[in-house]
């Protein structure tokens, strides 16, 4: 089991900044992947930003050149850093672990932190 635990979220205003932490504990040694989805209000979760244990990152169009995903190995912990926040990403994130559940993928989840973006 691991367990993911969020921190970061709150109020920011239109063009401000954020950034979102994500640890985890546990059996971390089931983890290369870790991520960041969000559920805006009324809609469904979505993938925002995912980082490997390589450093190989993937963004969802809409936050490229202004999300920076980044993860410190050695603490087992990723960061989210919001720029130049828009009323768009205004959602509850939550941060995810991909895991081989022996026939399939499954994903340890965060509790979620909310992010409001005030216009």
């Known amino acids: 089991q691991v367990q993911l635990v969020e921190s970061g979220g709150g109020l920011v205003q239109t063009g401000g900044s954020l950034r979102l932490s994500c640890s985890a504990s546990?059996?971390?040694?089931?983890?290369?992947?870790m991520g960041w989805f969000r559920q805006p209000p009324g809609k469904e979760r979505y993938l925002v930003a995912k980082i490997s244990s390589d450093g190989t990152i993937y963004y969802e169009d809409s936050v490229k050149d202004r999300f920076t995903i980044s993860r410190d190995n050695a603490k087992m912990t990723a960061y989210l850093q919001i720029n130049t926040a828009k009323p768009e990403d205004t959602a509850v994130y939550y941060c995810?672990?991909?895991?081989?559940?022996?026939?399939?993928?499954?994903?340890?989840w965060g509790q979620g932190t909310q992010v409001t973006v005030s216009s």
């Open positions: 546990g059996s971390i040694r089931d983890i290369n992947v």
């Open positions: 995810y672990a991909p895991y081989w559940e022996g026939h399939s993928y499954k994903n340890y």
